[in-house]
């Protein structure tokens, strides 16, 4: 079982950046596909980034939004997976969550077993 804390959200003005931290618990870290999604009041869940584990970590994959603006990243020996954030726009304020499972990389949201409890992002023009 792995349980899981993000970190590193706030109050950014448009254009700034932000990095996000997940802090997982476990041993067994690195062998889970990790991810992380966002959601706006109102709106649902959505994907933002995914990336791999074991044979599959050099690939990462991002939703079109944000592509050239975040960079997932892991760091197996802290147990920590990061989501640098660029060139902020206001339509990235939401909860950001990171997310595990086991087996490969998904962009789909109910195939995660593990989930943090979310940290704010907030974007102002």
């Known amino acids: 079982q792995v349980q899981l804390v993000e970190s590193g959200g706030g109050l950014v003005q448009a254009g700034g950046s932000l990095r996000l931290s997940c802090a997982a618990s476990?041993?067994?870290?690195?062998?889970?596909?990790m991810g992380w999604f966002r959601q706006a009041p109102g709106k649902e869940r959505e994907f933002v980034a995914a990336?791999?584990?074991?044979?599959?970590?050099?690939?990462?994959y991002y939703t079109d939004s944000v592509k050239g603006r975040f960079t997932i990243s892991r760091d197996n020996a802290k147990n920590t997976m990061y989501l640098q954030m660029n060139s902020l726009r206001p339509e990235d304020t939401a909860v950001y969550y990171c997310?595990?499972?086991?087996?490969?990389?998904?962009?789909?949201?109910?195939?995660?077993?593990?989930w943090g409890q979310g940290t704010q992002v907030t974007v102002s023009s």
């Open positions: 997310a595990a499972r086991s087996g490969l990389t998904s962009r789909k949201s109910n195939e995660y077993n593990y």
């Open positions: 990336l791999g584990a074991m044979v599959e970590s050099q690939y990462s």
């Open positions: 476990g041993r067994t870290f690195n062998t889970y596909a």
